[in-house]
């Protein structure tokens, strides 16, 4: 795991580096060709008339074989064109400018799940010191503002989290379909409670010019989310290595998370990217952990900083993106035993 995290910051600080930097690594007759200057005007994308619906899920046996702590989850999402927007987003909009800045319009919709369990599922009365079990199930509605190098948004969340969410029905349904143990536990989950988030997210997109006749960029990334279900300000950054790395800023992710963009705008019909990136978060609340906000419930003793790191591929195919994603996520709560491995897989389509 210390190889990884070194290999990857290291090529992260090495595509991070200036041209000049390159030509002392490479060679002044180095592989490397420099983008045009970033001073050039940052314009909005072309007109794009397609939506795009995708659909991720996240699971602990992807790649980590194991059933813990994040355990899954779900989401569908849509991204409209880019197009006027509905009354009720457009009058919101027009009061935005000073968070959102300038670039082309897009809205959407989602729905998910995401469920979260102990270490030993075994437990009819689970064990105290452990991860509560949990369930989380939420719509929401985002607005975006996007040129070629910025993505801004904002979201909200509405939804439950507890008996309501479905978690236990979901995850002991589809361990009966699979023939594996059931998780027994769950009578002592998190209690009902409306679930309201607020979420804003910033990137940026940095050219690192060509590489082996392959383009390179760095996305920084700032997050912040506000609620009952998670607080949190998160800072980190995504590298890529490809071709046609125009059409998005990185694959869909379940948050909390170093995610991409929902909507995706090829112009070509095949494009493909590697990528790594790192993501850090100052956690001040997380219900997940914390318990119940009005209730007594179980709870752990929660780590205020968290980290990811991720490394995955997308490849892109006539308006159709596959990505697959694996994260290695630090310990959230103190007396968790060891660090999360899970695996995220989406495809996105446009229509």
């Known amino acids: 795991m210390r190889l990884k995290v070194v290999t990857v910051l290291s090529l992260a600080m090495a595509l991070g580096a200036s041209p000049a930097a390159w030509a002392q690594v490479n060679g002044t007759n180095g592989p490397l060709t420099t983008t045009p200057p970033l001073s050039q005007p940052d314009q909005a994308p072309l007109p794009d008339p397609y939506g795009t619906f995708s659909f991720s899920i996240e699971n602990d046996l992807f790649g980590g074989g194991t059933d813990r702590y994040y355990t899954n989850g779900f989401l569908f999402s849509w991204r409209s064109p880019s197009e006027d927007l509905p009354r009720p987003l457009a009058a919101l909009n027009d009061r935005l400018d000073?968070?959102?800045?300038?670039?082309?319009?897009?809205?959407?919709?989602?729905?998910?799940?995401?469920?979260?369990?102990?270490?030993?599922?075994?437990?009819?009365?689970?064990?105290?010191?452990?991860?509560?079990?949990?369930?989380?199930?939420?719509?929401?509605?985002?607005?975006?503002?996007?040129?070629?190098?910025?993505?801004?948004?904002?979201?909200?969340?509405?939804?439950?989290?507890?008996?309501?969410?479905?978690?236990?029905?979901?995850?002991?349904?589809?361990?009966?379909?699979?023939?594996?143990?059931?998780?027994?536990?769950?009578?002592?989950?998190?209690?009902?409670?409306?679930?309201?988030?607020?979420?804003?997210?910033?990137?940026?997109?940095?050219?690192?010019?060509?590489?082996?006749?392959?383009?390179?960029?760095?996305?920084?990334?700032?997050?912040?989310?506000?609620?009952?279900?998670?607080?949190?300000?998160?800072?980190?950054?995504?590298?890529?290595?490809?071709?046609?790395?125009?059409?998005?800023?990185?694959?869909?992710?379940?948050?909390?998370?170093?995610?991409?963009?929902?909507?995706?705008?090829?112009?070509?019909?095949?494009?493909?990217?590697?990528?790594?990136?790192?993501?850090?978060?100052?956690?001040?609340?997380?219900?997940?952990l914390d318990g119940n906000t009005w209730h007594n419930s179980r709870s752990v003793d929660k780590r205020v900083l968290v980290g990811d790191l991720q490394v995955g591929a997308a490849i892109i195919w006539r308006g159709v993106r596959f990505a697959a994603t694996q994260v290695w996520r630090s310990e959230e709560f103190y007396g968790q035993n060891g660090t999360q491995k899970f695996g995220s897989l989406s495809v996105s389509f446009r229509f």
């Not at 383009?215 to 997050?223: H, Y």
């Not at 995706?264 to 993501?279: E, H, S, T």
Request: glycine letters at 14%; aromatic letters at 12%.
């Open 98 to 288: 000073w968070v959102l800045g300038p670039g082309a319009l897009r809205w959407g919709l989602s729905f998910g799940q995401s469920m979260y369990t102990p270490e030993d599922t075994e437990r009819n009365n689970p064990d105290p010191r452990d991860r509560p079990y949990a369930g989380y199930l939420y719509g929401a509605v985002s607005l975006y503002r996007i040129t070629a190098r910025t993505s801004r948004m904002l979201e909200l969340q509405v939804g439950v989290v507890g008996p309501s969410a479905l978690g236990k029905f979901v995850q002991n349904t589809v361990h009966d379909f699979r023939g594996f143990d059931r998780a027994n536990g769950w009578d002592y989950q998190l209690k009902d409670e409306p679930a309201v988030t607020g979420r804003y997210e910033s990137k940026w997109r940095v050219p690192m010019g060509t590489l082996w006749g392959m383009e390179t960029e760095v996305i920084p990334d700032v997050s912040l989310s506000v609620g009952n279900v998670q607080t949190y300000l998160g800072v980190g950054g995504m590298v890529r290595i490809g071709e046609g790395l125009q059409a998005d800023f990185g694959p869909p992710r379940i948050r909390p998370a170093l995610g991409g963009s929902g909507w995706v705008q090829p112009q070509d019909d095949f494009g493909w990217y590697l990528f790594a990136g790192i993501d850090g978060r100052a956690v001040a609340n997380d219900i997940f």
